[in-house]
């Protein structure tokens, strides 16, 4: 019997087979295939094909990733290794530039290397291990408090519009802007979920319709350009989405499209909800400016699940992979230490200062 979506791990580490078990999200809903990385290139290619995609996801997979490489390097010399070590780094660093989690976990998986120097290469090998399961563990946790204090702004029977797939597929469990629709679910809210398709590779219709329809949410999906008439309609009460980065002052990066969405729920006056794990949440980057913006190859405006091309040949094709929402079009950033409001600067002090009493990275 096919298995449930919801059932399968997003990225899982097979130690002992020294490799990485995603399920290749380029073919979902059609076909689920569990895909083995274990070289740099297939971790790095997992990364930038989007067979592994979403923020927390990647932060993940790069953790399992580092570990399962440096696992390779087979010296006992610290210095050697270390070397080596930040080489593989900077080379899965480099696979897409906007999901901060990416560099976010891999410095913390440096930090590994460095605070256990002393300990000789084997030991540090079993740390660097245990931190990539923390990693994974904490996106679990993080992603359920998300959705509590999501499901706090929400009353049963809403109207939920998302964008993009911040769902259990980008992360390891319940994901963050549907982390509060699951939650709901469990206690029979009722929610009415609008996803948007979300072109032009389609994660809206692919891989959040499919799950939430998977797990008994009421879904509909729409065409990126129906979400103002659905608002207009009534018939939404929030909107609830991801992001990749956040800057300093609240200014957010998340899949194109995003902030059409958050400029249409303005005009509405429904609230714009942005989900933020503090690992996508960036302070070294002041404003949305600031945030590189991923450029992907124009074939996957033109012709990407076209029968035939859908544009003349030699056009000009722009595509971003994300855009940036201003600051002042976000009601909220729900974090998993609690709701930040404008002024973000100062929300996000008391945010990191909770995090920080918790002793957490
Ligand atoms: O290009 P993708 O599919 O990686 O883009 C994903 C998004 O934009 C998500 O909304 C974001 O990473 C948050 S996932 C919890």
Known sequence: MKRNIME????????????????????????TKLVELRTAQEIWDAIYLLKVRGAPAIGVTAAFGIYLLAKQIDTEDYDFFY??????????????????NLSWALERMEGVCKANREKGVKEIKEELKKEAVAIKEEDIWVCRTIGEYGLSLLKPGDGILTHCNAGQLATSKYGTATAPIYLGQEKGYGFRVFADETRPLLQGARLTAYELYASGVDVTLICDNMSAMVMKNGWVNAVFVGCDRVAANGDT????????????AKQYHIP???????STIDLDTKTGADIQIEQRPEEEVTQMWYEERMAPKGVKVYN????????????????????AKAPFETAFQEIFQKKE?????
Request: net charge negative.
């Open 8 to 31: 399968y791990e997003t990225v899982e580490l097979d130690d002992e087979r020294s490799c990485l078990v995603i399920i290749d999200q380029t073919l979902l809903p059609a076909t």
């Open 272 to 278: 714009f909800y942005v989900c933020a794990p503090t």
């Open 357 to 361: 009493e918790k002793g957490n990275r």
């Open 320 to 339: 971003p992979a994300f855009d940036v929402t201003d600051n002042e079009l976000i009601t909220a950033i729900i974090t998993e230490y609690g709701i």
């Open 83 to 100: 070397r080596e070590f930040v080489k593989e780094k900077n080379f899965l660093n480099s696979a897409r530039p906007t999901a901060v």
């Open 253 to 264: 990066a998340n899949k194109i499209g995003t902030s059409l969405v958050a400029v249409a």
